[in-house]
């Protein structure tokens, strides 16, 4: 195929169709006539030799071709659009879309309020959020599937940039009404009780706590390891079990939680902004950075 024949405004309409799944909804944010719309997606089948889409009664429906450039084109429209515009944002006009991604932890703590703030600042601008497996991070950037994680530097990688974003320590979390409810927790009394805690993989039984309580020559009984930090919560505050959880959480549901202070010193963590040097100078995603350090800070 001779690309000096390909015409960008296809590729683009793809791309928008892909994000809407609907040829009506794509053709309104072309500013194009539906049946322009259909004609360049048949344009489309012709060039890539698929059918790109099926016609279902809740929209069109991706084939895996489709699916597999979606990645792709997102990393040729960031480009082109850094090109065309460097060192230049209009948060009030920019229509992109932006995919971040991060555990649920850091979706409430953190990207829900941002999305809010940049919401009012950008109306125009589309989010997704999705969460991705640790080890997939930086594949998934490296095809556009993923501009901007929020993650903890354990889980970063040589190969990407990052900034802090603010530094989060743990807090031990029990229902309201549990026996030590508002009591100072000592050490005879958080060995003694059953605990819980978060993994990425809910396979692990040990973490942070395990590692200072093993410098003191001490050990707890961990039986129950969930993925979720709402999972977590959901338990915690149902049932006797009790929980180290990051503080900025704990704040959200005080409603159903009592919180105490570990009858130890625990090693916080850093949460971290990663992105790759593709998405480095693009002008939209270094204002979302700034916003996300922006909330970041005034959350603290």
Known sequence: MNIRKVDLNLLHALLILLEERNVSRSAARMHLTQPTVSNMLAKLRTLLQDPLFTRTRHGLLPTSRALALEPELRQIFSSVDAILAPGSFDPQTCDQTVILSSNDYMQYTLLAPALLAMRSKAPLLKFAVRQAEIADIVPMMEKGAIDIAVTIPEFSDARLRSQLLYSERYVVAMRR????????????????????????TAGQFRGPTDDALKQLGLSRRVSLSVSSFFTLIEVVATSDYIALIPERLSIQFLDRLSIAEPPLQVAGFEVISVWSNTTHLDPTRQWVRAELLRVAGRRR
């Open 177 to 200: 009404d549990h026996p030590l409810s508002g009591k100072k927790l000592t050490m005879k009394a958080f060995l003694a009780m059953e605990h819980a805690i978060v993994s990425p």
